[in-house]
């Protein structure tokens, strides 16, 4: 496989886990990790990182359900990444990008590895920053 189509392959790989996060869809949400994937979440009360599929959920059941609870949707959570960036690391890929909210500013890191002919995400690395007021 060339440069150009493994990239293609990470960019839908990309868009549909950030779909599947953006309309609070667990089991698509999910289906696109993989079983020994690692999380650092930019949650207070999530200090430690996740490690697998099932602290993933875990960690994540419980946000999906109060994000749903919230707002209308799906899309619920209006994921707008900007400045995305796919880098190609032989089989694996760094995708990042940020998000724009207005109490913060989001930045994103995550890994995928190509398994099985599949792009998984193997980590993801979330941090906030305080949006300054002018």
Known sequence: MNDNAAWAEVKEASVSFLTA???LDLDLFCA?????ATMF???ANV???LNGIAEIRDA???FFDQERCNSDGPPYLNLQPQNFEIQMIGVAALVTFHLNRPTHFSRRS???????KKWLLVHLHASNLPVESG
């Not at 696109?32 to 020994?36: G, H, L, S």
């Open 32 to 36: 696109a990790i993989a079983q020994d």
């Open 110 to 116: 995550i890994v995928f590895e190509k398994r099985q």
């Open 41 to 43: 979440m930019p949650f």
């Open 21 to 23: 996060f953006d309309n």
């Open 60 to 62: 994540f059941e419980p």
């Open 47 to 49: 200090p430690n990182r």
